[in-house]
């Protein structure tokens, strides 16, 4: 089953997403090419997330075709628009993880 933990970063924000226990079979772009994409050798991700009631019918056809369950569907449950951003993120730059530790006032040369 698909985490939200282990959500690939290049997916497209909003409900659908592809984790990081893809094994690009290349199903989901054979099946769904509008909304899945992905290099040759690569995990897939939602490049697009779905608008219409077929696109939706057609993204559960291929989340239930999926077969290592990559494909989650419970993303609106985060607010992908305003979380801070990762350090995969192309157009920011990386964001520390922890604060530098203090130094003493001995160490400062």
Not at 69 to 76: K, L, M, R, T, V
């Amino acid at each position: 089953m698909a985490s939200v933990a282990h959500r690939q970063p290049r997916n497209a924000p909003r409900k659908y997403y592809v984790d990081n226990q893809c094994m690009f079979c290349h199903g989901c772009r054979h099946a769904f090419p509008e909304c899945f994409g992905g290099e040759e050798k690569d995990v897939s991700y939602v490049i697009r997330q779905p608008n219409t009631p077929d696109e939706i019918a057609r993204m559960q056809e291929v989340i239930d075709g999926c077969p290592v369950e990559a494909i989650g569907d419970d993303g609106d449950q985060h607010d992908w628009q305003t979380a801070p951003p990762t350090r995969y993120d192309v157009d920011s730059p990386p964001q520390p993880t922890h604060p530098e530790p203090k130094r003493p006032w001995w160490n400062f040369w």
